[in-house]
């Protein structure tokens, strides 16, 4: 059986005038946010860490997914969850800025995708 892992933030976007914002919650998803108004992306903990924040330049297109994975072993039917890795940041054609934040409260600030 798969045990569901809880996850250790939630996002939030800040639009323009600083007062409005959309943030994760039952009805809200990150496709749902106006990108031309989104002027930072912030995680926010659900428990005892670090929030973390990415400014988004003019022009940039907001990012924010999660990364998730399992270890099976097909020999003894074992699994094993690993972490969760959340990911804030913006893309602009070719240029990009991801910060990846572990479940620990480390960080990786990187332009590539696929660094974690």
Not at 2 to 8: F, L
Not at 16 to 37: G, L, Y
Not at 49 to 75: E, K, M, Q, W, Y
């Amino acid at each position: 059986m798969i045990e569901q892992v809880k996850d250790t933030y939630t996002w939030r976007a800040v639009y323009d005038d600083e007062r409005t914002c959309i943030q994760e919650n039952a009805e809200n998803s990150f496709a749902e946010v106006d990108q031309s108004r989104v002027k930072a992306v912030l995680l926010l903990p659900l428990q005892g860490c670090s929030s973390h924040r990415v400014d988004i330049p003019d022009g940039a297109t907001a990012v924010f997914f999660r990364r998730r994975s399992i270890t099976l072993n097909p020999n003894t039917d074992e699994q094993q969850s690993r972490t969760t890795v959340h990911c804030i940041g913006w893309k602009r054609g070719s240029e990009a800025v991801y910060l990846f934040v572990m479940d620990d409260g480390s960080t990786l600030l990187t332009d590539d995708l696929q660094a974690v």
